[in-house]
């Protein structure tokens, strides 16, 4: 019986900035997207006959509503054929925090399929069918540190030397991604009209020169001018974190998890250790290249 175990990793924007709206409803996006060392893990069992089956250990849903049922469905599609496989889901990422648990799922679901499938795709051809599913899926994919563009599914490699440790801080209280967008839209009309940009080439610079202090005035995510009013939470967590020693805090995508950087891991531990004092779920993390 064929087994494989597949990690998938959250995510953070180091960069986020909504550029337009989509006639088709979707947003154009600039952002820096980076996988950090928080992951669930999938387990994938191939079986006999055709069936597919989602143990989550009741942490979620395992019908339709799940990116993993519906990554293997999109899978198989792509495929034009199907093979028996059980998934259980082990769950880390929180969920509806901007960490792109769901997307990371759906994802690691299509990079075990594919290896079970004898590498029937190519990266370039999972990242097309998880663009079918949602606009992280392909970042998520590929991992690492990028520039997307687009929907999200336009990417290039961008380089990350900041030798630097991560805090996540997550409240109790989630926030819906469409909710997110539809609140962007109406502070900014639809993005009819063109908007001051902040500068993303600082950002990219500072980054390949490992400069964290550099960096950090230039990490930007537009979703904080209209979460934080809603999630008084996520300046609470930025505060607390630049108090004790981040040297930038942020909401990561549509929040409302918020990261910090730090330049050694003992004063991450120092600060995950007050956040979890002051109520949120707090992790020490790494970049995942």
């Known amino acids: 019986m064929e087994r494989i175990e597949e990690q998938a990793f959250a995510k953070i924007n180091l960069y986020l900035d909504v550029t337009g709206k989509r006639p088709d409803g ?32 009741d942490a979620l849903p ?7 049922t519906r990554a293997a469905n999109a899978y198989f599609a ?13 769950k880390h990422i929180p969920m509806q925090a901007g960490l792109g648990g769901g997307s990371a799922d759906a994802a690691a679901t299509l990079r075990a399929l594919n290896t079970l499938d004898n590498n029937r795709f190519t990266q370039e051809q999972l990242c097309e069918i998880g663009a079918r599913i949602g606009a992280d899926v392909p970042f998520c994919v590929v991992g690492g540190t990028r520039l997307c563009r687009g929907i999200g599914e336009r990417m290039e490699h961008a380089e990350n030397n900041l030798g630097a440790t991560l805090v996540l801080a997550i409240g109790a209280e989630g926030v819906s991604t469409p909710q997110a967008f539809r609140a962007l839209d109406a502070r ?18 500072a980054m390949r ?11 930007q995510n537009l979703f904080e001018t209209v979460i934080e ?22 909401m990561s995508g549509s929040g409302p998890a918020v990261w910090g950087l730090f330049a050694d891991r003992a004063a991450a531990e120092d600060a995950a250790q007050v956040l979890r004092a002051s109520g949120a779920d707090a992790y020490v993390c790494a970049w995942q290249a």
């Open 26 to 57: 979707y947003h154009d996006l600039v952002t820096v997207m980076q996988s950090v060392s928080l992951c669930d893990t999938l387990t994938l069992t191939r079986t006999a006959g055709e069936g597919f089956a989602l143990d989550t250990g």
């Open 62 to 68: 395992a019908d339709d509503s799940n990116l993993v």
């Open 78 to 90: 792509a495929a034009g054929t199907r093979f028996g496989v059980s998934v259980r889901l082990e």
């Open 188 to 205: 900014y009309g639809d993005f009819r009209e063109g908007r001051d940009e902040p500068s993303l080439d600082a950002l990219l610079c």
């Open 209 to 219: 020169a490992g400069d964290a202090k550099a960096a950090a005035p230039h990490f």
């Open 229 to 250: 009013p809603l999630r008084p939470a996520v300046v609470r967590w930025k505060e607390l974190l630049r108090a004790n020693g981040a040297l930038a805090a942020m």
